[in-house]
């Protein structure tokens, strides 16, 4: 298995694993999250055939320096269970690190047992408190930069 960090030349990488996100990557949103500094994805690939991904964003507050969200992670049903999802958090861990980031979070459900398996096995610690995410919208439409 290789992990290959993507750049805006992976476009067409993006949009070929598109089976691997929640609904298929546009390439004018993936073109954009690929070009923007501080915004990581890294891709799992086996003889040719992508069995996972993981993004990440840089984010940086005045009065705690800059840590890693891990925002999505998703790996092929035929390849779970195999270290895809933990060597990907752990590639993007070693990015953080690589950038100067203090630390990574993780927003997730306390119910989802694979993905708190998952980000066991990379090393993760529970937090102490509970995050609750509130959506503004599933699909806003934003202006082009």
């Not at 969200?69 to 590639?91: H, K, N, P, S, T």
């Not at 090393?123 to 082009?144: D, K």
Request: charged share 25%; hydrophobic share 40%.
């Amino acid at each position: 298995m290789e992990l290959r960090p993507l750049t805006i030349d992976d476009v067409d990488a993006v949009l070929a694993a598109g089976h691997l996100f929640d609904a298929p990557p546009t390439r004018e949103w993936t073109r954009r999250f690929l070009e923007r500094d501080g915004h990581h994805l890294v891709l799992a690939e086996e003889d040719g055939r992508a069995l996972g991904f993981v993004s990440g964003m840089e984010i940086t507050h005045p009065d705690k320096g800059t840590e890693m969200l891990l925002y999505e992670l998703g790996v092929d049903g035929a390849a779970r269970r195999r270290g895809v999802g933990r060597a990907l958090c752990e590639a993007l861990a070693e990015r953080a690190r690589a950038v100067g980031c203090y630390g990574m979070w993780v927003p997730m459900s306390t119910t989802n047992e694979a993905a708190a398996a998952t980000y066991r096995a990379a090393g993760a610690q529970p937090a102490q408190e509970a995050t609750i995410a509130v959506s503004l919208s599933r699909r806003a439409t934003c202006p082009a930069p």
